[in-house]
């Protein structure tokens, strides 16, 4: 199989790609540590949270720059976007690129992208969202999204059907003994690497207007300390699949 060439040596989401391509604005995930909801909000491309829900189809056209594209960056494939989505990975695809699909992924979305692009399977890595393995803490960080046991499956039919699969752990959604839960429960549908990451700047990202959003956050802070990422790194670090986001290299000084 072969293996899609990325830089390595950039942050964010250019660890994983050069180039991302989007369809749409608002996601339905409603993801409370979104960056592009905070900074639609930012903006004034939105005026409250609650408008990030509203999916809007805003189709363009794929990118000119050469490299890797990852597909979607500022929303999902949720089952609205879906039919556009395959069409606009049809487009990268038949122009020859390389193309990283990340998704907290709905099982019928997955389906129709396996069915439609089996041509195509060394084009495609299929990278799937799964901070925690957990119902409950998923449902208060990601409550539109689908529940991690239907990411889990999602995964597995992926890698069933031999698509290049990948996993990113970030934001781990608690601290190290779930994030290792989480780890063992993937790993073996994993065929390429499992990115894990902290959860970045939730102090700006969150809605901390709410008290529940600051008490969630400050446990985070507390499960995800610099001391708490040691030891995920030390109980995690001799695994081949593991690749450490800058957010968790800068701590245990891989940069
Ligand atoms: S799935 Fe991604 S784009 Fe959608 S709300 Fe969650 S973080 Fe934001």
Not at 59 to 83: C, E, Q
Not at 180 to 209: A, F, H, L
Request: aromatic content about 10%.
């Amino acid at each position: 199989m072969k293996k899609i060439a990325i830089k390595t040596s950039c942050t964010g989401t250019r660890e994983w790609s050069d180039v991302s391509h989007n369809i749409g604005s608002g996601c339905s995930h409603a993801c409370l540590y979104c960056y592009a909801a905070s900074y639609a909000l930012s903006k004034g491309y939105i005026k409250t949270r609650a408008e990030w829900l509203n999916e809007k189809l805003t189709p363009r056209n794929i990118p000119t720059k050469a490299g890797v594209i990852m597909f979607p960056t500022a929303h999902d494939i949720s089952s609205y976007y879906l039919d556009s989505s395959l069409d606009a990975i049809e487009q990268m695809l038949v122009a020859g690129r390389d193309v990283v699909i990340v998704t907290k992924a709905h099982l019928e979305c997955i389906k129709a992208i396996c069915a439609k692009f089996t041509d195509y399977q060394d084009k495609i890595i299929l990278r799937i969202t799964i901070g925690s393995m957990d119902e409950k803490i998923c449902s208060f960080w990601e409550p539109g999204a689908p529940k991690p046991s239907e990411r889990l499956d999602a995964l597995r039919y992926a890698y069933d059907q031999g698509y290049t699969t990948s996993v990113s752990m970030e934001p781990i959604l608690l601290g190290v003994r779930d994030a290792i839960v989480t780890y063992e429960q993937v790993e073996p549908y994993v065929t390429e690497k499992i990115w894990i990451g902290k959860m970045n700047s939730p102090d700006t990202r969150v809605d901390m207007t709410v008290a529940e959003n600051c008490r969630r956050v400050a446990n985070i802070k507390v499960c995800q300390s610099d001391k708490e990422i040691f030891k995920l790194y030390e109980w995690l670090e001799d695994h081949d699949k593991v690749e450490w986001k800058d957010s968790i290299k800068k701590i245990v000084g891989l940069e």
